[in-house]
Each structure stands twice: as C-alpha cells, then as structure tokens.
C-alpha cells in the first residue's frame, strides 16, 4: 500500500451565528479554533481531498519556487501541514494557473484547493490540516 496525503477541512462551526459576537470575543473564538488541533481537538475536521503521495509531490512540483511552493512541500518533511486564512492569497495565487489549465491532470485538485480557500476567506475559523498516511 502506498502513502498519501489527506486534506481535513474543519466542518463544524462551533456557534450557529456570531452575528451579534462583539469582534473581540469572535477574534478569541477564532484562535481557539485555530489552535485547537495542537491539543487534541481534530473530531471536528472532515476528510475533503485524498491523493497518492507521489502523485501530491508532482501536483505542488508544478508551483514556481517561493512560499508557496515551500508551503506545500512542509508536508514532506513534517507529515503535515496547517492551510489557514493567512495562506489563502499565496496558494490562490499559486494554484490558479493549474485550477485554469484543461491539460493539467491534477486541476479537479487545484479547483477544490482553490474553493476550499476561498471558504476559508469567507470564514476565517475553517482551516485545512493536510496529512501524510502510510
């Protein structure tokens, strides 16, 4: 069996609105989520995306070297990642192109990354946790 990679999206919000949260409270909800996974708190994330490993590394291999591309390349070397709202606009803008490209085999992918990122711009408490599986 061969390795992959696993994008989790958070997919339960955790107050029915914060309509009427004064924006102080909605920024300490917001990190708490945030930092929930580093305590334990992963039962609220939903598999969204699976893909092989080798087949994940020519996917990012196609980004141009930057931030990007180190970003998605963390996966490698830590067996896993956190895509938050303070990565929405470098992988947008590095994963466009392939979302656009019709010749690209792995634009399905590009196209739900890109969804997946604009959902976390309209909700800042969503994040992905991106995971290598044996």
Not at 50 to 76: I, N, S
Request: glycine share 4%.
């Amino acid at each position: 069996m061969s390795a992959k990679v696993i994008f989790y999206a958070l997919n339960q919000k955790f107050l029915d609105s914060d309509d009427d949260m004064p924006e102080q409270a909605q920024q300490v909800m917001y990190y708490s989520l945030a930092i929930g996974h580093h305590v334990g708190v992963i039962d609220c994330l939903k598999a969204i995306m699976e893909c092989p490993l080798a087949e994940y590394e020519q996917w990012f291999g196609q980004l141009p070297a930057g931030e990007a591309h180190r970003k998605m390349a963390g996966l490698l070397k830590f067996g896993e990642i956190t895509i938050d709202s303070t990565h929405t606009q470098l992988l947008a803008k590095a994963f466009a192109p392939l979302a656009e490209d019709p010749a690209s085999l792995h634009q399905p992918w590009s196209q739900q990354l890109l969804q997946t990122l604009y959902d976390i711009e309209q909700e800042p408490a969503i994040y992905l946790m991106v995971k290598r599986r044996p």
